[in-house]
């Protein structure tokens, strides 16, 4: 038993130290945001997404695989502050992976995101958001375990049906170095999104980098990716599903390439209607 548990914990040590863009230094999945308009003002009312991926990269001589689940909550109370609308965000990360060093799939929970976020309507169909929170710390061995503060920059543009977004996540680590010994330098991610709604139907380009920030620890091998894909939704109008696929282009230090299918799913479990906007998705562009 002793024997097993050692061979688990090195093969987890191997994954964690070099092969999965999740798990690396940035706390916020690469290309988590994908797909939705970041930048732009919500309805009022209470919402429910999940955003599941299942990934595979192609290191040497197995492959990575591991499924990242994020489930969250987010709520819109209508207040203003600043001039822009409050969502206030809540995010649980759960995590099942197999690493490269192979072995039995391995699950754990991941830090979770609380968030506030300020959004700014400058003109009718341009928003521009402010996202400030943290993922806290949780006593975890099997994936980033540490707090760090995040600050998001996103800007929608989303008249005649577009969804045109960029969303710039900026992760702070408070300590760079956990119990284990593990370092994980401070990051910068970015998620692009350029959808066309057609009816219900939704489709279009999306693409995400990621990297590590400088760091002065002598050694340290900088992780960094970029990855293309396609994505297709559709509205129900309370709910909506997407679906799209990534593939990675550039890969620094990870030690293959990553293909990944991601799911996500939104539900208003409350919402209020306000004049001037009817009932409509989550991409709908005629909020006050």
Sequence with gaps: MHSSKTTILAALAIFLASSTSALAASAAQPGQTLGLPTGAQLPIGLILLDTSSFGIRDTSPNRTENNINLPGLVWVPGVHLFGGRLHMIFIQPVVVTRPAAGGRYQSG???PLVAAQLAWKIAPDFSVSYLLGGY????????????????????????????LTG??????????????????PDFLNLDVTATKKFGKWEIGPVA??????????????????????????????????QGFVTRDV???????YDTRAWLRGVFFLYKQTEPGGPMGGLLARNQP
């Design 167 to 184: 969303n710039l996540l900026y992760g702070t680590y408070f300590d760079a170095t956990n119990k284990q010994g593990a370092f994980y």
């Design 208 to 241: 995400f980098g990621s990297t590590d920030l400088p760091t002065n620890r002598p050694g340290y091998r900088h992780q960094g990716q970029i990855a293309v894909g396609g994505l297709v939704g559709y509205n129900f109008g309370d709910y909506f599903i």
């Design 136 to 163: 806290l710390p949780v006593e975890t061995q099997f994936v980033i375990n540490q707090g760090s503060l995040q600050q998001r920059f996103a800007a929608t543009y989303n008249g005649d049906g577009w969804n």
């Design 109 to 111: 929970i991941g830090v």
């Design 250 to 256: 550039v890969e620094r230090n990870y030690g293959g």
